[in-house]
């Protein structure tokens, strides 16, 4: 019998191949053309065939992508530290992040254009404002948890303030700052591959943004599948890592009626 850990590994992979067969039978069964919806026979073919430009465009928006996330991972947070540790700033910051977030990313791009060129930078500035709210949100949650009664007796026992948020506050954020990372991660790609496919001349947006303009919908839909590959193993790269750091916060996941 397979146990618990085995098929929670297999899992994941049994629903991936079973959609890509459901798909590649619709396709099949209504007989779908190519240019409209391809089955994935042909769009792994397509990554095959394209596999030198689809390898040197991914290696752009994957470079275009980490650096924007990593400056969305350092503004976060501070801004989240700052938004948690203060009412004085959470009050005063909060609202103009909201508003700020509420702001299509793909109308900001023009702007960044006529700011920085066509090129890599409004890529990584993309892939940047998409990407640090969710994790200054997250951090400043994080702190904002900690129990105004364990601050009192923290502060009984001689800690400062200072202590309290190094000590106590910092690690109690952890769990959400690496939920956060989880999420900001995808969102950076998106911020990438909408300037790529605004104002960039190299990339995966752009070659999609190519390859649709010549109907060569296998291309775009390769171009799609090495997105979301990236994005996987970046996801579970910090899933890994998040086990590690915070594992005294992480509840195992039971299935329903097991033992």
Not at 124 to 143: K, M, R, W
Not at 150 to 156: A, K, T, Y
């Amino acid at each position: 019998m397979m146990t618990r850990r085995r098929l929670e590994t297999v899992m994941p992979w049994a629903v991936v191949v079973g959609l890509f067969v459901l798909w590649e039978l619709v396709c099949v069964a209504l007989a779908v053309p190519d240019f409209v919806l391809p089955r994935p026979s042909v769009v792994f073919v397509a990554v095959v065939d394209y596999a030198g430009p689809l390898w040197q465009h991914a290696s752009h928006t994957l470079f275009t992508t980490l650096v924007g996330f990593a400056l969305a991972v350092a503004a976060g947070v501070l801004l989240g530290l700052a938004v948690g540790s203060s009412t004085l700033v959470y009050h005063g910051l909060y609202p103009v992040l909201i508003g700020f977030n509420a702001i299509p990313k793909v109308a900001i791009v023009p702007v960044l254009v006529v700011w920085f060129g066509i090129g890599t930078v409004p890529a990584i500035l993309t892939a940047f404002l998409i990407s640090f709210f969710p994790i200054a949100v997250n951090v400043a949650t994080g702190l904002a948890t900690l129990e105004p009664e364990l601050e009192d007796v923290l502060r009984s026992l001689g800690a400062s303030k200072r202590d309290i948020l190094i000590k106590v506050g910092l690690p109690r954020s952890l769990p959400y700052f690496f939920a956060s990372l989880k999420v900001a991660v995808t969102l950076a790609f998106v911020g990438s591959v909408i300037a790529e496919t605004v104002a960039s001349n190299e990339g995966i947006g752009y070659l999609m943004l190519q390859a649709s303009s010549r109907f060569q919908i296998p291309l775009v839909f390769a171009g799609l599948l090495v997105i979301a590959a990236m994005g996987v193993v970046l996801y579970f790269a910090f899933a890994a890592v998040e086990r590690r750091t915070t594992g005294w916060a992480t509840r195992r996941t039971e299935f329903a009626g097991g033992g």
